[in-house]
């Protein structure tokens, strides 16, 4: 890991002294990251309400430019200008690499679809047996760690292959059985376990765009 993700993670605790206990876990996140898309893998999410929104936030930052700038390779600039010159052109300056991640609950239609005709229980989980493969990582939110539909999307996870991470409460929850990395934060009002969620994920998805962008 860059010495410059190191800093990432060093002001996280410089800013929040009372999320200290996380910088491990929030530097093995970035290194699992790292790993699973250097392999081809990608990043699937879930959440109930403020977290299905952090979840959507996690995936705006990771597909497009946070901090750093992302330009496509040279090669694909080319290839675009042979296609069409001068839409090329505006693509080749125009678009960013992305680092690939789904947010399982920006899906409405076929959310609600699933939930009518199906469950409501198993919309993520579902997803989850769709988009998931071996060498993918899922990412579970639940300020109480014991949402029944983010659990069972969590045990498919496992079932299938992928490695999960958790970020809860302070409490010690349902959710934690299922992942390899569980984050606890330090509170356990919901909006409380909210705010501290933001400044962690922050940095995380500031570390990886650093490792994989940082030229």
Known sequence: ??????????????????????????IKIIEMLEVSFSEGGKL?????????ADCNHIVGVLMKSFKKKRPIDAALKRKLKLIDEAAGA???????????AISLAAHTGYMTAFSNDSSAMAV??????????????F?????????????MAAM???????????????????LEEYCDICIHVPAKEKYQVQEYHLPI???ICLGIENEFFDK
């Open 1 to 26: 890991m860059k010495d410059t993700t190191l800093k990432i993670v060093d002001e996280l605790e410089e800013r929040y002294p009372m999320l200290a206990d996380s910088k491990d876990k929030v």
């Open 44 to 52: 699937l999410l879930c959440g109930n309400g403020g977290s299905a």
């Open 90 to 100: 505006y693509l080749a300056n125009t678009l960013q690499l992305g680092l690939p």
């Open 124 to 137: 993520f989980a579902n997803q989850v047996l769709s988009y998931g493969n071996k060498g993918d990582i």
């Open 139 to 151: 990412w579970a939110l639940s300020t109480s760690g014991n949402s029944k539909n983010v659990i």
């Open 156 to 174: 498919v996870a496992r079932a299938r292959g992928l490695k999960v991470i958790g970020m809860t409460g302070q409490d010690k929850c349902e």
């Open 201 to 203: 994920y922050n940095a």
